[in-house]
């Protein structure tokens, strides 16, 4: 079953908005990580944040993690019309797996 | 370093069919995941490997599917017989072992997309 998901499922923006994904899971992690998919393409580690931390930067990306809530957000400022993907979130527990969510799909429009 | 290498890109099969898909990984990198995507069920993790063993196989569905790693740069992936609802994207992803930092993030080949009619 999987354990994160991600909410909306698609969002539509204009190129310069910012897009903020959230995602919840269920069982408590080690880390929570954010993939992006290109169409046609494999997945590619974008951010991870730890469990011990409440937010982390990356460029454009920001990430928050809230355990008391099993929730984090992905929000990428001043998006790009390279920006459009499907975003994947997906935790770590106790091992060396990660279990994705289904992922959303993002559009920003130029 | 060229990243995961997957082969074949694309294959297409008739049901009944031996399948064997194939995956190089990042050189160095000691863990080898597979995993199956499909519209339906989205990200699936079949099997993984840590120094060439097997360490969890619960993902993959059924007797058909098998998967190997005869040493530490090649791991294949092999249905036999193949059946249509197998058809779907298969990734072979690479990590190495983060030393307990929880910090271990996941190399994603190109995928093979799988067709059986």
């Known amino acids: 079953s999987q354990q994160g998901e991600e909410d909306p499922q698609a969002l539509s923006i204009q190129e310069g908005e910012n897009a903020t994904m959230n995602c919840s899971y269920k069982t408590s992690i080690n880390n929570l990580q954010w993939y992006r998919q290109n169409s046609g393409r494999g997945l590619v580690h974008l951010i991870l944040?730890?469990?011990?931390?409440r937010e982390k930067h990356s460029g454009r990306l920001r990430v928050t993690l809230d355990t008391s809530k099993k929730s984090s957000s992905l929000l990428i400022t001043a998006s790009r019309a390279a920006d459009t993907a499907s975003y994947f979130c997906a935790t770590q527990g106790g091992s060396e797996k990660l279990v994705f969510g289904k992922g959303m799909k993002l559009t920003v429009n130029p | 370093d060229a990243g995961v290498i997957q082969s074949p890109r694309h294959e297409v099969t008739e049901m009944g069919q031996e399948v064997t898909l194939r995956c190089k990984p990042i050189s160095g990198h000691d863990y080898l995941f597979w995993y199956r995507q499909t519209m339906m069920r989205g990200l699936e993790l079949l099997i993984y490997f840590n120094n060439n063993v097997p360490i969890d196989d619960s993902g993959m569905p059924e007797d058909r599917f098998s998967a190997k790693m005869p040493n530490a740069s090649f791991s294949t992936l092999k249905i036999q017989p193949s059946e249509p609802r197998d058809s779907a994207v298969y990734f072979c992803?690479?990590?190495?072992?983060?030393?307990?930092?929880?910090?271990?993030?996941?190399?994603f080949g190109p995928g093979t997309r799988l067709t059986v009619l």
């Open positions: 944040i730890r469990s011990n931390e």
């Open positions: 992803a690479s990590s190495l072992y983060s030393g307990g930092t929880n910090t271990d993030t996941q190399y």
